[in-house]
T-cell receptor, first 112, second 111 residues
Framework: ETGVTQTPRHLVMGMTNKKSLKCEQH?????MYWYKQSAKKPLELMFV???????ENNSVPSRFSPECPNSSHLFLHLHTLQPEDSALYLC???????????FGPGTRLLVL | GEDVEQSLFLSVREGDSSVINCTYT??????LYWYKQEPGAGLQLLTY?????DMKQDQRLTVLLNKKDKHLSLRIADTQTGDSAIYFC???????????FGSGTQLTVLP
């Protein structure tokens, strides 16, 4: 399944590092999402973009900075993260907001 | 508020049927979904049902929706070891029409 791809698949970073997660969708969708999946917690919606415009920020700390340069690409820029930010970060896309979401494989992030 | 609940674990024997249950609270749900997550992977959309339906069948999968009781179930017939995974129930509801997920049910298929 290559509809939604994410890179890197695994990332280890120190608390002072800056890194970026990338998501690309090949489905012609207009809405893209970032989710965080931590152990033993439900998926948490972080950000929503609709036609490149951010429509939702679920009280996410500013050390996470999203960027959506076009409807096919979504980035999550990371800086000065904390160990509790270690999680699986999932990207998803849908035709428009409210329609069926298709997920990428995720980036497993470990913050040391 | 929105809340989706699932039991955490289910074990079945290979060849038996599995039934994974989910309850939700938001009566304005429009779509309800089942996603599958295998170890180390993202979420794979299995099936979904529109809120005005009460049943949907897709090969080995049967989804039942009881809107009155706000209860959704996923039945997997002839469960195989490859079906071992975490299954997430999710709903699209509310004015923002965002997905709300349950905590997932870990299905273990025993030989």
């Amino acid at each position: 399944e290559t509809g939604v791809t994410q890179t890197p698949r695994h990332l280890v970073m120190g608390m002072t590092n800056k890194k970026s997660l990338k998501c690309e969708q090949h489905l012609g969708h207009n809405a893209m999402y970032w989710y965080k999946q931590s152990a033993k917690k439900p998926l948490e919606l972080m950000f929503v973009y609709n036609f490149k415009e951010q429509t939702e920020n679920n009280s996410v700390p500013s050390r996470f900075s999203p960027e959506c340069p076009n409807s096919s690409h979504l980035f999550l820029h990371l800086h000065t993260l904390q160990p509790e930010d270690s999680a699986l970060y999932l990207c998803a896309s849908s035709q428009v907001i409210g329609e069926t979401q298709y997920f990428g494989p995720g980036t497993r992030l470990l913050v040391l | 508020g929105e809340d989706v609940e699932q039991s955490l674990f289910l074990s079945v024997r290979e060849g038996d049927s599995s039934v994974i249950n989910c309850t939700y609270t938001d009566s304005s749900s429009t779509y309800l979904y089942w996603y599958k997550q295998e170890p180390g992977a993202g979420l794979q959309l299995l099936t979904y049902i529109f809120s005005n339906m009460d049943m949907k069948q897709d090969q080995r999968l049967t989804v039942l929706l009881n809107k009155k009781d706000k209860h959704l179930s996923l039945r997997i017939a002839d469960t195989q070891t490859g079906d071992s995974a975490i299954y997430f129930c999710a709903e699209t509801a509310g004015s923002a029409r965002q997905l709300t997920f349950g905590s997932g049910t870990q299905l273990t298929v025993l030989p």
